[in-house]
């Protein structure tokens, strides 16, 4: 939950890294789009936080 939310807030510019990280990694431009620029990650981040929301709530269900 807590690492989705770093990439849902950009904390740390941790969605740009992961956005600059992998256009190098493929030898594409900055300037290009793809699926991995900063909005579609912040979306990853936001669906990272509702698992996590998800299972938090199946585990104290389960106690």
């Known amino acids: ?3 989705g939310f770093c990439i849902f807030r950009d904390i740390n ?3 740009s890294s992961w956005s600059r990280m992998y ?3 493929r030898g594409i ?5 793809t699926f991995a ?5 912040k979306g990853m981040g936001f669906i990272y936080m509702l698992m996590g ?3 938090l709530g199946l585990a104290i269900f389960a106690m």
């Open 1 to 3: 939950m807590l690492f």
């Open 37 to 41: 620029d900063v909005p579609t990650l």
């Open 13 to 15: 510019g941790a969605a």
């Open 53 to 55: 929301l998800f299972w």
């Open 23 to 25: 256009k190098e990694s």
């Open 29 to 33: 431009s900055p300037e290009r789009f």
